[in-house]
């Protein structure tokens, strides 16, 4: 059933806007007063001094999964960068020497400037190669390019997994 809702009709005291600018003025004075002296009050985190615990769900920084062997895990299937929304990464593939793997990534870059953190290329990685869960920032920096990180910077922070198609995400320090 629908529900009839009163169409808000201003007095002309609100009309006039200067008593509800000047209560605005007062919850932005009284929210200073507490900030200022009230520091308990303040949900002020000290970065990088103090760091927050984020939720095991935080989607930080990409990385990518190694082999046991130190190789990366990825296999150029493409189907992360076909699966972003913003288009923000490359692959270029090239043959695996092994051919039970087929392929590798030559060039693996994101481009961190576009990317929305939406964590799509992790869901539709089907080999747990590429994951968010490093806990970091994306680093500020003075020029675009410093945002594009490559294979080398992704591989970096990346460790050993062997989750199966489709299984939990375990890493190998994890199954021991
Ligand atoms: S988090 Fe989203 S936007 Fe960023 S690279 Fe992955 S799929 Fe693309
Ligand atoms: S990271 Fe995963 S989804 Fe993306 S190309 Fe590599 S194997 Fe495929």
Do not use: W
């Not at 629908?2 to 009284?30: C, D, H, I, M």
């Not at 002296?37 to 190694?66: A, I, N, S, W």
């Not at 392929?103 to 089907?126: H, Q, T, W």
């Amino acid at each position: 059933m629908a529900k009839l809702v009163n169409r808000f009709e201003p007095t002309l005291v609100e009309q006039s806007y200067v008593f509800e600018a000047a209560k605005g003025v007062g919850v932005v004075t009284r929210q200073f007063i507490r900030n200022l002296f009230g520091r308990r009050d303040t949900p002020t985190v000290h970065y990088p001094e103090q760091r927050p615990v984020y939720p095991d769900r935080f989607r930080g920084r990409h990385r990518l999964m190694k082999r046991d062997d130190d190789q990366v895990r990825c296999v150029a299937c493409m189907l992360c960068s076909t699966a972003c929304p913003a288009n923000c990464i490359t692959i270029v593939a090239v043959e695996h020497e092994d051919t039970a793997i087929e392929k590798m990534p030559e060039r693996f870059e994101i481009d961190l400037l576009k990317c929305i953190y939406c964590g799509f290329c992790v869901e539709a990685c089907p080999c747990d190669a590429i994951r968010m869960d490093s806990g970091r920032h994306t680093l500020p920096a003075y020029d675009r390019k410093s945002e594009h990180i490559g294979k080398v910077d992704l591989l970096a922070i990346g460790e050993a997994t062997i989750a199966p198609q489709g299984g939990r995400y375990r890493s190998v320090k994890e199954a021991h």
